[in-house]
Nanobody, 121 residues
Framework: QVHLVESGGGSVQAGGSLRLSCATS????????VAWFRQAPGKEREAVAA??????APEYVDSVKGRFTISRGSAMVYLQMNSLKPEDTAMYYC????????????????WGQGTQVTVSS
């Protein structure tokens, strides 16, 4: 059973930074897609960034390009968020799947419980 546990959320002022972490365990596939999604109250879940553990360039939604960076370490996936804006306020989720799919679609098989990010103006 794959488990994903997010951490690192919090409250910051606009222009600040946060680093989210996703601890992963239980993988049986050697290669996996891992993504960060976010969901604000009353809005649909939105893909923010994705990375493939087999290599290749990461993907980003346009609204975070140049501000957010997804990276991975040993059984960890990170989301470095700089120049945060109030519109980045949301619950952030880590998601993973071994299948090749549209990284933007919330069709990932495994999800974490989420970590809240609040950006004040």
């Amino acid at each position: 059973q794959v488990h994903l546990v997010e951490s690192g959320g919090g409250s910051v002022q606009a222009g600040g930074s946060l680093r989210l972490s996703c601890a992963t365990s239980g993988y049986t596939a050697s290669r996996n897609y891992v993504a960060w999604f976010r969901q604000a109250p009353g809005k649909e879940r939105e893909a923010v960034a994705a990375i493939y553990t087999g290599g290749g360039a990461p993907e980003y939604v346009d609204s975070v390009k140049g501000r957010f960076t997804i990276s991975r370490g040993s059984a960890m996936v990170y989301l470095q968020m700089n120049s945060l804006k109030p519109e980045d306020t949301a619950m952030y989720y880590c998601a993973a799947d071994s299948r090749q799919l549209d990284w933007r679609a919330p069709d990932y098989r495994y999800w974490g419980q989420g970590t809240q990010v609040t950006v004040s103006s």
